[in-house]
């Protein structure tokens, strides 16, 4: 089974490139490393990050940390998705 984790945060005024930075520092410490990693930006000075696990969609595995409060405009948000195959 294969589980994705999705984080996203919106930078705040003008600190996008510094949460991307940040993002891209972040290591997920941890016995297992994700399948995939894959960081995207977006409008709205958004920052997105998709792990891909071998594990089910309940499992324990690492996730990234909040940024600091002076970087991120709002709570980051966090989703798990369960992969349903191609198609």
């Known amino acids: 089974m ?3 984790l999705m984080w996203e945060a919106r930078a705040a005024e003008g600190r996008a490139a ?3 930075a940040w993002v891209r520092e972040q290591r997920l410490d941890g016995e297992r490393a994700p ?3 894959e960081t995207f930006a977006a409008s709205g000075d958004r920052v ?3 792990t891909w696990w071998d594990a089910p969609l309940d499992a324990d595995v690492p996730e990234l940390p909040d940024p600091s409060p002076e970087l991120a405009a709002r ?3 966090r989703w798990r998705f369960e992969s349903l195959g191609a198609g």
């Open 2 to 4: 294969t589980v994705a």
């Open 18 to 20: 510094e949460l991307l």
């Open 35 to 37: 399948l995939r990693r």
């Open 48 to 50: 997105l990050v998709i």
């Open 75 to 77: 709570p980051v948000h």
